[in-house]
């Protein structure tokens, strides 16, 4: 079992930049991914950025954001990161921190970003 805790969230401005944090409960083994997601109100949950091996750094953002968001993971820490600049008042939802294996996957509670134009 691992419970997920994200924070960094906030309002921002358009432009503007947002560092979001997702501590685990424990280690995260390097074949589960990590990933972030998105729900902005009255929309379905997004996939935005996947982390999908802790073994190596490659990294994958969805089309919207790419350039703007990136996505890194501290095994170490048992966390990730998602770094989000130029940031758009589409880019306004709560942002979920997602940790899968083979069996499971698990939700932190989320946190809101707004960015107001």
């Known amino acids: 079992q691992v419970q997920l805790v994200e924070s960094g969230g906030g309002s921002v401005r358009a432009g503007g930049a947002l560092k979001l944090s997702c501590v685990a409960s424990?280690?995260?083994?390097?074949?589960?991914?990590m990933s972030w997601y998105r729900q902005a109100p009255g929309k379905e949950r997004e996939l935005v950025a996947l982390?999908?091996?802790?073994?190596?750094?490659?990294?994958e953002v969805v089309p919207s954001v790419k350039g703007r968001f990136s996505i890194s993971r501290d095994n170490e820490k048992n966390s990730v990161y998602l770094q989000m600049n130029g940031l758009k008042p589409e880019d306004t939802a709560r942002y979920y921190c997602?940790?899968?294996?083979?069996?499971?996957?698990?939700w932190g509670p989320g946190t809101q970003v707004t960015v107001s134009s």
């Open positions: 982390s999908p091996n802790g073994t190596t750094s490659a990294t």
């Open positions: 424990r280690t995260i083994f390097e074949w589960e991914s």
């Open positions: 997602n940790v899968r294996n083979s069996v499971r996957e698990y």
